[in-house]
């Protein structure tokens, strides 16, 4: 069950005219007005908004819509007690109402006509009527085991009129777009060449994006309005989980990618002839000999030369052959000549 609320309006005859009228029309309740001709319906209506001249929109129209599912269990008498229901619900107290059921559509549906100047001359409020409507249809529905709709799918399209029609319309053509465009600015390309204006709201003196507004025609709405999953942070949120998606994807395939001949022969080639081993240095493997340090030059020369009839060498003997005989050694002494 949902309630349908069009704008208020200025004309008790019309709204009248348009509800009893109606082929098959059935009027299942009335207070406040007599139902015996639609001139006694408007005379009474208008006699009674009278009392608040001011008020220029007193009409107050509510279509209460059930799911053909429901049909079956949808007695007159049932209707008119949740039509009651959700009037209270809605705040529509003490004034005059007419209850007339329509019978040409699938699904069962019931018009209320209400005064908006009610039984003491004031007015009923219709502020925040859209927001009142849901929580109110949404509680109905569940206490009756009502059938619940599963969104805006199933909605009929062709039954729709004014600004509604073109909500759908804008809901519908988004959603076609969303999941093919890979950024806003595509979006609203895209949502361009099919006559649809896309405008951002800003935080007050920044650059920062608050939400998004579609536009057709006269009639503008927010994204959130036409459909709760068109808000300006979901939609940024579909676009980069499907980027990331694509990637993620992408670079899958790209392992799964079976191997080429080529690439099979390279890694034979590379794993076979070109593996790479440490770099050796010569120097680094030779052991460090201190040949001073860590034995006496006799011993290492005997190592070098091993033979056993080699005389047996001595520093010391130098050094003192040097002391002892160097000084009595005198040097020829002859006049330096020049050769030239």
């Not at 009674?48 to 009409?59: D, F, I, N, T, W």
Request: hydrophobic letters at 30%; glycine letters at 6%; proline letters at 4%.
């Amino acid at each position: 069950m949902m309630g349908k609320i069009p704008k208020a309006g200025k004309s008790f005859k019309g709204c009248v005219e348009y509800c009893v009228l109606k082929n098959d029309a059935e009027i299942l309740d009335a207070n406040g007005v007599r139902i015996d001709q639609v001139a006694h319906i408007t005379s009474d209506f208008n006699m009674q908004r009278k009392m608040r001249p001011s008020l220029g929109q007193a009409v107050g129209h509510i279509a209460l819509n059930w799911s053909p599912e429901d049909a079956p269990k949808l007695t007159d008498e049932l209707m008119v007690n949740i039509a009651k229901e959700y009037l209270q619900k809605m705040n529509i107290t003490d004034t005059q109402v007419l209850m007339i059921r329509h019978h040409d559509t699938k699904h069962p549906h019931l018009h209320l006509i209400y005064n908006r100047v009610d039984n003491q001359g004031k007015p009923i409020s219709d502020a925040y009527q859209r927001w009142k409507n849901v929580k109110a249809s949404k509680a109905l529905t569940l206490k009756y085991s009502f059938h619940m709709g599963e969104g805006k799918a199933k909605v009929n399209r062709p039954q729709l009129k004014g600004a509604d029609k073109v909500k759908y319309e804008l809901r519908d053509k988004i959603k076609a777009i969303l999941p093919k465009v890979i950024s806003m600015d595509e979006l609203q390309k895209q949502l361009g060449k099919q006559g649809i204006g896309m405008m951002y709201k800003y935080k007050s003196g920044t650059a920062e994006v608050q939400g998004v507004s579609f536009t057709k025609g006269k009639y503008q709405f927010k994204g959130s309005e036409i459909d709760r999953s068109l808000s300006y942070g979901k939609m940024i949120k579909v676009i980069a989980d499907r980027m990331q998606a694509q990637q993620g994807q992408s670079q899958k395939e790209k392992k799964e990618q079976p191997k080429s001949l080529a690439d099979h022969l390279r890694e034979v080639i590379e794993s076979t002839y070109l593996k790479s081993e440490p770099e050796t240095h010569y120097l680094w493997e030779q052991p460090e000999i201190n040949y001073l340090q860590s034995e006496s030059q006799v011993n290492y020369m005997n190592k070098i030369l091993p033979d056993p009839f080699l005389p047996e060498i001595h520093i010391s003997d130098d050094v003192d052959d040097e002391a002892i005989h160097g000084r009595n050694r005198q040097r020829k002494g002859q006049a330096h000549t020049n050769r030239r």
